[in-house]
């Protein structure tokens, strides 16, 4: 399972994934959702479906789906990304993660992080390289998508998508004449046979 710790003031290297059987891309490894922000909408409805989490205190969450909660993502082939080029900013930033306290997150259970190769992360500063866009002032990124789809945030909106593992998802029963529940509905095409085994 993953296991990511805070990089603040702290200092990592990074070898190569060529170590590794794509352990990030697991399901069995604890690779199911992973949250987005608004600007993460328009990258992945195309390949991956984006549906929403109902949180501990009824917020609602978007997050998009990359496995069935057993296997590897659908995209790999051989240990290698078939969309690569398209892949989403959380799985291009990976070992890193954004959080809300705007520091960059690492995960030590990725084999590539450790002694060798080199520097992620120097004296918790993320290095040329490894820098993205998603890490920067995330917590405002946040912030604005819960205030965005809190006026969406009705009961009467949602249903029931589908459970996998021990988390439920949900999908809104129409648009509601919104642009990215328009996109989120539209990424639901992406939910297939896969997801369901």
């Known amino acids: ?114 002694d060798e190769g080199e520097f992620i992360v120097k004296e918790g500063v993320v290095q040329d390289g490894f820098k993205d866009e998603i890490l920067k002032d995330y917590k405002d990124k946040y912030i604005n998508m819960h205030l965005y789809f809190e006026k969406f945030n009705k009961k009467e909106n949602l249903e029931f998508f589908t459970k996998i593992n021990e988390h439920s998802f949900y999908k809104f029963k129409e648009d509601l004449g919104d642009e990215y529940l328009k996109i989120h509905l539209s990424s639901l095409k992406n939910f297939d046979s896969y997801f369901t085994v």
């Open 1 to 114: 399972m993953k296991t990511y710790v805070n990089t603040k003031i702290k200092t990592y290297k990074f070898s190569s994934c060529d170590i590794c059987d794509a352990k990030c891309c697991s399901g069995s490894n604890g690779t199911i959702f992973n949250q987005v922000i608004l600007d993460d909408f328009f990258e992945l409805h195309n390949n991956f479906p984006i549906v929403f989490l109902l949180g501990d205190l009824g917020f609602l969450k978007p997050v998009v789906l990359f496995t069935n909660g057993k296997d590897y993502c659908k995209y790999l082939e051989n240990n290698r990304c078939i969309i690569y080029e398209n892949r989403p900013s959380v799985c291009k930033i990976y070992p890193l993660s954004p959080h809300l306290t705007n520091d960059a997150y690492i995960d030590l259970s990725c084999p590539a992080v450790g």
